[in-house]
C-alpha cells in the first residue's frame, strides 16, 4: 500500500473545514500538513517545499476543492510522476485544477530547484513552474485524471473577486483570453458571477498588459484587501455559513443530469498528427480518463504478443493514437458497446505535419537509456504494423493514410452510434463529440493541441 501525505492548502475559503474533511475522508492521508493562511501563493509555496515527507507520494489539495470520491484505491497503485486532476469548476467547466498528486522524487526536485527571478510565468503560477522544471529535470511526464471533484463552488464573494481578478492577469495570451471570454458566456444573473466580472473588469482597468512582474507581483499580494474594498459597493445578499449538505445536493442533481453518459470504451482510431492530442484533451474535460499514445512496457509486450485486451484499460477509459490505430477490429470483439472515433485531416497538410513529426525520431539509437528504449521498442513495432516502414516516406505514408480511412469507414459502415468521423483542423469540436456520447455540448473552447505541438517542434522540444 503506498505511503501517501495530504498537504491541505487553505487562505479562510468558505469550504475550508468542510474540504479539510472530505479530503481526509476520500484520501486517508498517512500524515498531513496544513498551510493555513500563507500569503502570498508564492510564499505558501516555499512554505510546503520544505515540509520532510517520508511518503511515496504527496497529495495537494486546495480549500475551494470538495472531494466527492474516494481516491484511496488509485492512490495504492499509483505510480505517476505528476497528475492533475480534472474538476468541476464553478466557473469554467471541467478543467484541471486544485488537486495535484505528486511523486516523491519529483517533490524533492522541485524543493531543490531555486525560485526563478524575474520571470513573469512564475509570479503568475509559482507552484505549475517549480513543478514544470523539475518534470523537465527528470525527463518525466505529467497525466491527467478525473475524479468527482468540485472546485470553486460555495465559495466566499472576497475569495472569488480576488480568484477572478488574477485569473484575468493569467489570461492575457490570446489562447487564454479566448478560454476566459468563452466561459463568461455561459454566466448568468447569479451573485458569483456578478463579482467574476467586476473583479476581470478591476484587473483590466488597473494592470496594464505591459506591467512589469514586479507591479503585477504587487496587485497579487493585495487583492484580498482589493476586494474587501469593492465586494461592499455590490450590495450582494450575504451567504451564512457553508454546509456539507449544500455541495451532497449539487452532487445529486449532477448524477441525475448525466444519467445518459457513455459509460463503456472509447478509441481514438486516428493517426498521429491528425488531431489525436486535442481529441484526448477533449475526452478527458469531458471527464473520461484516457491515454494518449502509451510507451511502457506492459503496453509493449502485449503489442508484440499480439494481445490486445490491454493492460492498461483496466484504469483507463480509452486509448488514443496509433497504438490503437490498427487494431480496431480486435478491440471491438474484445469490448463490446465501445465508441471509436476517428480523426481526418487535409492528407497535404497532415503529409507535411507528419513528415516535420518525424524529424530527429529515429526508430533506433544506440546510446539510449534502458527507459528510452522500451520507447523506441512501441516505435518500431507501431511504425511497422501501421505505416510499414521506419523512416518517412511521403508515398508510403499517402497510400498508409488512405488505407486506413478506407478500411475503417467500412467497417463501421451503418454504425452511427458507434464510429463518429472528426475532423479538427476543420473546425470539429463539441457539437459532434458530446452528442455521440451522450453529453451536452460544453461551452468551453474545444483544446487544439496540434499548434502548440508543432510550435514546441519548431523549437526542438517536442516529445517523442
Known amino acids: 500500500m503506498s505511503k501517501v501525505d495530504l498537504v491541505f492548502r487553505s487562505v ?75 474538476v468541476n469548476d464553478r466557473f469554467r467547466g471541467h478543467i484541471h485544477c486544485g488537486v495535484h498528486i505528486t511523486r516523491i522524487d519529483v517533490v524533492r526536485k522541485m524543493a531543490e530547484l531555486p525560485p526563478p527571478d524575474g520571470e513573469f510565468k512564475y509570479v503568475l503560477r509559482p507552484e505549475s513552474r517549480r513543478r514544470y522544471y523539475a518534470l523537465r529535470e527528470l525527463g518525466l511526464n505529467k497525466e491527467f485524471w478525473n475524479f468527482r471533484i468540485y472546485h470553486d463552488w460555495f465559495q466566499s464573494y472576497v475569495d472569488i473577486f480576488a480568484k477572478y481578478a488574477l485569473r484575468e492577469l493569467r489570461s492575457r495570451t490570446e489562447e487564454h483570453r479566448k478560454q476566459l471570454e468563452m466561459a463568461m458566456q455561459s454566466w448568468d444573473g447569479h451573485a458569483d458571477f456578478i463579482v467574476a466580472r467586476r473583479a476581470i473588469q478591476f484587473a483590466r482597468e488597473s494592470v496594464a498588459a505591459d506591467e512589469s512582474p514586479e507591479r503585477i507581483d504587487s496587485v497579487i499580494k493585495d487583492l484580498p484587501q482589493i476586494a474587501e474594498r469593492e465586494i461592499p459597493e455590490l450590495d450582494l445578499p450575504d451567504k451564512g455559513e457553508f454546509s456539507l449538505s449544500e455541495v451532497e445536493e449539487l452532487e445529486q442533481e449532477r448524477k441525475l443530469t448525466h444519467s445518459d453518459r457513455h459509460s463503456g470504451k472509447i478509441f481514438g482510431l486516428g493517426l498521429s498528427r491528425t488531431g489525436t492530442r486535442s481529441l484526448t484533451s477533449a475526452l478527458q474535460i469531458m471527464g473520461y480518463n484516457m491515454i494518449h499514445y502509451p510507451i511502457d512496457e506492459v503496453t509493449y509486450n502485449q503489442l508484440a504478443a499480439a494481445d490486445y485486451n490491454f493492460e492498461l484499460l483496466k484504469e483507463y477509459d480509452g486509448i488514443t493514437d496509433i497504438t490503437v490505430s490498427p487494431y480496431y477490429m480486435h478491440l471491438d470483439r474484445l469490448f463490446p458497446g465501445s465508441k471509436f472515433i476517428l480523426t481526418l485531416r487535409d492528407k497535404e497538410s497532415w503529409l507535411v505535419s507528419a513528415y516535420n513529426h518525424w524529424l530527429n525520431r529515429p526508430a533506433y539509437k544506440d546510446d539510449a537509456p534502458p527507459e528510452e528504449q522500451v520507447h523506441l521498442k512501441v516505435r518500431r513495432i507501431l511504425r511497422a504494423a501501421v505505416y510499414g516502414c521506419y523512416d518517412f516516406n511521403e508515398e508510403r505514408f499517402s497510400y498508409a493514410y488512405d488505407q486506413h480511412v478506407r478500411n475503417v469507414r467500412e467497417y463501421f459502415r451503418n454504425r452511427p452510434d458507434d464510429y463518429l468521423e472528426l475532423d479538427i483542423v476543420k473546425g470539429d469540436g463539441w457539437e459532434k463529440l458530446c452528442p455521440f456520447l451522450g453529453q451536452q455540448a460544453l461551452n468551453q473552447p474545444f483544446p487544439h493541441k496540434g499548434n502548440r505541438l508543432s510550435a514546441s517542434m519548431a523549437a526542438g522540444k517536442a516529445p517523442a
Open 12 to 86: 479562510g475559503e468558505r469550504t475550508a473545514s468542510v474540504a479539510l474533511e472530505l479530503a481526509r475522508r476520500h484520501i486517508r492521508p498517512d500524515r498531513e500538513y496544513i498551510i493555513d493562511n500563507v500569503r502570498p501563493f508564492s510564499a505558501a509555496v516555499e512554505q510546503m517545499l520544505r515540509i520532510e515527507h517520508d511518503c511515496d507520494q504527496v497529495v495537494y489539495v486546495d480549500a475551494d476543492c470538495l472531494i466527492m470520491e474516494d481516491m484511496r484505491p488509485f492512490l495504492n497503485s499509483n505510480t505517476r510522476p505528476y497528475t492533475d486532476c480534472y
